[in-house]
C-alpha cells in the first residue's frame, strides 16, 4: 500500500516555473516507477512523465519534453516535477501515481495522489 500526496502547485505566470512535490507513505517506494499525470478542465487525463526506481530513467510526453524534468529522492520518499517555460496549456490539476513498470495509461497505475492545481496565466 502506497499513499502519495502531492504540493506545490499554484498560480503561476507563462515562461514561469513551478516544482511538484509528491511525497509516499511506506517502505515500498523505491520498488515503484513513478509518474505525473494531468487533467484539464474538460479532458481526459493525460501522462506527463515516469521515472524508473532508481531514478536513472525518465520518460516523457511530447508537449512537455524539454520543458518538465521528474526526479525522485528514494530517501525521503518523494518525486518530483520541475516545470519550467510554463505555458497556459499547462493548466491542470497534476496527480502522482506509482506503477510497477513504466506505464503511460492512468489505467496501469495502481496508487494514486489527491491532486494539485498548476494554473498559468498569460
Known amino acids: 500500500q502506497v499513499q502519495l500526496v502531492e504540493s506545490g502547485g499554484g498560480l503561476v505566470q507563462a515562461g514561469g516555473s513551478l516544482r511538484l512535490s509528491c511525497a509516499a507513505s511506506?517502505?515500498?517506494?523505491?520498488?515503484?516507477?513513478m509518474g505525473w499525470f494531468r487533467q484539464a478542465l474538460g479532458k481526459e487525463r493525460e501522462f506527463v512523465a515516469a521515472?524508473?526506481?532508481?531514478?536513472?530513467?525518465?520518460y516523457y510526453a511530447d508537449s512537455v519534453k524539454g520543458r518538465f524534468t521528474i526526479s525522485r529522492d528514494n530517501a525521503k520518499n518523494t518525486v518530483f516535477l520541475l516545470m519550467s517555460s510554463l505555458k497556459p496549456e499547462d493548466t491542470a490539476v497534476y496527480y502522482c501515481?506509482?506503477?510497477?513498470?513504466?506505464?503511460?495509461?492512468?489505467?496501469?497505475?495502481?496508487?494514486w495522489g489527491q491532486g494539485t492545481q498548476v494554473t498559468v496565466s498569460s
Open positions: 501515481a506509482a506503477a510497477v513498470g513504466l506505464r503511460t495509461r492512468d489505467s496501469e497505475y495502481d496508487y
Open positions: 511506506g517502505r515500498t517506494f523505491s520498488t515503484y516507477w
Open positions: 521515472i524508473s526506481r532508481s531514478g536513472g530513467g525518465t
